[in-house]
């Protein structure tokens, strides 16, 4: 089975300084991918980030980078320069593929990101 | 191009009462999966439909069930409904099945009373 551990319930940052989110996962599968996404107050899942199980590379996205660990099961989120409108619940999740033919995200509990000005 | 949209944005049921909830893809998008999320926790996978087949179901009762249309437009019906069903439902596309990103609409907010 699957697990997503997200830490860190709240987290807090200065406007325009770097942030680090954590998350670790478990997993028997060889092959799996790794997600980050944003939940405003509005709700709506907003995708920031992907990484391939078999990607030699971090992942990037503009301000948005995933440091992809392997051998320690860990993919956390790094945003630099942290903006106001960052403030949301940020989300970890592994797909993975699964019988039927679909793909299958396990989230994590989340982590809430404040930015002070 | 219009993201992904459904309806409607709350709603309100007592105990017993069944409830449907609509969703449109992203245009192309052939793939539409449901979650639940309740408060304070990550979304929980219900289905996933392709061309309109049932390809993958999560951990939820049969008060659950949905469907899919030919223009790839989904509905999520749930029966019965108990006062744990409180929760977002969020309607999330992708291109295709195996598509390793998905695109999530601003969700229905169901409360049961």
């Known amino acids: 089975a699957q697990k997503i551990t997200q830490t860190q319930p709240g987290m807090f940052v200065q406007e325009k300084e770097a942030v680090t989110l954590d998350c670790t996962y478990d997993?028997?599968?060889?092959?799996?991918?790794l997600f980050w996404y944003k939940q405003p107050s509005s709700g709506e899942m907003i995708f920031l980030i992907y990484?391939?199980?078999?990607?030699?590379q971090n992942a990037t996205e503009g301000r948005y980078s995933l440091n992809f660990q392997k051998a320690r099961k860990s993919a956390n989120l790094v945003i630099s320069a942290s903006q106001l409108g960052d403030s949301a619940m940020y989300f970890c999740?592994?797909?993975?593929?699964?019988?039927?033919?679909?793909?299958?995200?396990?989230f994590g509990r989340g982590t809430s990101l404040i930015v002070h000005p | 191009d219009a993201g992904v949209t459904q309806s409607p944005t709350h709603l309100i049921k007592t105990r017993g009462q069944q409830v449907t909830l609509r969703c449109s893809p992203i245009?192309?998008?052939?793939?539409v999966s449901w979650y639940q999320q309740v408060l304070g926790q990550g979304p929980q996978f219900i289905f996933q439909?392709?061309?309109?087949?049932?390809?993958g179901r999560g951990n939820f009762p049969d008060r659950f069930s949905a469907r899919q249309f030919p223009n790839y437009s989904s509905e999520l019906n749930v029966n019965a409904l108990l006062l744990g069903d409180s929760a977002l439902y969020l309607c999330?596309?992708?291109?295709?099945?195996?598509?390793?990103?998905?695109?999530f609409g601003p969700g229905t907010r169901l409360t049961v009373l």
């Open positions: 999330a596309s992708s291109l295709e099945l195996a598509a390793d990103t998905q695109y």
């Open positions: 997993t028997s599968d060889p092959s799996y991918g």
């Open positions: 990484q391939g199980s078999y990607d030699q």
């Open positions: 999740a592994m797909g993975r593929s699964a019988s039927g033919g679909s793909y299958i995200p396990t």
């Open positions: 245009s192309g998008h052939k793939s």
């Open positions: 439909y392709y061309e309109k087949e049932e390809r």
